[in-house]
Structure formats: C-alpha cells, structure tokens
C-alpha cells in the first residue's frame, strides 16, 4: 500500500478523529474548512488520491460517504476483477484492488467483490461500474442474484431452477433469459450477492 503524503495524511487523520468523535464522516465543505482551502476541488483530489492508495473508499448519494480502511468500522474486501451483467463472459481472473465496506454490507467469511458490467440488472438497480458483493456458495435458492459460471463463462443473474433447466433471469425487460439445459453443460454457482455499493466517479 502507498503512503500518503503529508498533507494527504492530515486529511485521513482529520477524516479518524472526526468519525472517532462524531460516528460519521465529516462533510468536504468541512474538510476544506479543516485545511483552510476555498472550494471542494482540493478536497476531492486528496480524497481521490488516498482512495487509490487503498486508503479510504467514497461511496456514492451521500455527502459524508467516506469510509476509511483499516478502521474497526471497515472491512476489506478484495475485488476479483469484473462480472457481466450481460451475457456469459470470460470469467474474471485477477485481483483489481480492494474495497473497503461497513461490516454490515457482509454476510459471510472469504466474501469478494466483483465490478459489474454490462445493464442486464439495471432494473434491480444494479449498474456498470456498481461493485457487487458477493458470499461465496455453490448452491442457490430461487430469486437469489448469484454469479453463476458455465465453461468458464460468468454472469450475474437472478437464479431460477425450472423443471428440466435452469434460467438466469436478467433485471432489464429489454433482454431474454439465459435459459441452461444439462446438454450446455453444469452450472456452477459461484456465491450469492448481497449488497451494491456504488463509488463516486
């Protein structure tokens, strides 16, 4: 993990000592009170540089939605590169960076995150570029959004066993199921998603 500068070390420990004493984060208007600095510009690019050095994460539709890494109140998760929110895609391969949450987005032990493309489930709000996270299992009860994975291919769906398939039923009334006969070969189901976050640009 990189190191901060100095001055991008004032601002994460300003952003601890106010959530320490408030039990939040503190605005960016208060932030660049804190710094003595006009305007929000400045503010966000520090925070854009200690979100990139794996320091804090800024999570998007709220205005103190800073959480900070390696607090007690976060978690760090790995993101295992991308998903399709689309068609079954290449599966994703390598470790893109880590995602720090509050505990209560988790809901089981080794959970990962995965970046979603594609806008096959914009409709259960969940869009390009969101960050799903995901608790690892190999089964799946009707109705779960899973990532669930053919021949090497993933996608993230709603999971629905029929009688002789299983259907992987998209959130975009725009787009057709994906629908899996025993001849496309075995489904695996890879873990259940249990939450979204989304991250400021």
Known sequence: MQQPTPRQQQVYDFIADYQQQKGYAPSLQEIAAHLKIHGNLGVMRHLQALEKKGLLHRTAGSSRGIVLCG?????????????????????????????????SLVHGEKSFA??????????????????????????????????????????????????????????????????????????????????????LA
């Open 114 to 199: 995965l970046r979603v493309k594609g806008d096959s489930m914009i409709e259960a709000q969940i869009a390009p570029g969101d960050l799903a996270i995901v608790r690892p299992q190999a089964s799946a009860d009707n109705g779960d959004i899973v990532v669930a994975m053919r021949n090497g291919e993933a996608t993230l769906k709603r999971f629905f066993r029929e009688k002789d398939h299983i259907r992987l039923q998209p959130a975009n009334s725009r787009l057709m199921p994906i629908l899996l006969y025993p001849a496309d070969g075995e489904v695996q189901i890879l873990g259940k998603v249990t939450a979204i976050v989304r991250t």
């Open 71 to 103: 607090q007690a109140q976060s978690l760090r998760l790995p993101v295992l590169g991308r998903v399709a929110a689309g068609n079954l895609s290449l599966a994703f391969e390598e470790l893109e960076g880590y995602l720090c949450v509050d505990p």
